[in-house]
């Protein structure tokens, strides 16, 4: 059974930083695209970032770009989100996901996320 596990969501204040991790076991991503997606209240889930299967192509959202950094931890079949500079709307559960087929040289469309994890909750306050 595929399982991917989020870790590091919390409760922080404007303009400070959050590291969330999620980590993937009963299967190996290291040829699969992995990343991030985001949902607010009343929102639709939405894309944040994803990393190619060497990490060394990435893709951002415009509002993620310059202030979130996607890594990859391949030998611990993992991914990693930096967010700095957080803002009140950065609030949101975020999902980390793994592709079934894409590999991450192009860009992955959503319906390639075949895996995802349970989410981890992040709240930015004012």
């Known amino acids: 059974q595929v399982q991917l596990v989020e870790s590091g969501g919390g409760s922080v204040q404007v303009g400070d930083s959050l590291r969330v991790s999620c980590a993937a076991s009963?299967?190996?991503?290291?040829?699969?695209?992995m990343g991030w997606f985001r949902q607010a209240p009343g929102k639709e889930r939405e894309f944040v970032a994803a990393?190619?299967?060497?990490?060394?192509?990435?893709y951002y959202a415009d509002f993620a770009k310059g202030r979130f950094t996607i890594s990859r931890e391949r030998a611990k079949n993992a991914v990693v989100l930096q967010m700095n500079n957080l803002k009140p709307e950065d609030t949101a559960v975020y999902y980390c996901?793994?592709?079934?087929?894409?590999?991450?040289?192009?860009?992955?469309?959503?319906?390639?996320?075949?895996?995802w994890g349970q989410g981890t909750q992040v709240t930015v306050s004012s």
């Open positions: 990393a190619g299967w060497s990490g060394e192509t990435t």
């Open positions: 996901a793994g592709t079934g087929e894409c590999s991450g040289s192009y860009y992955c469309p959503v319906y390639e996320y075949k895996y």
């Open positions: 009963g299967r190996s991503f290291s040829t699969n695209a």
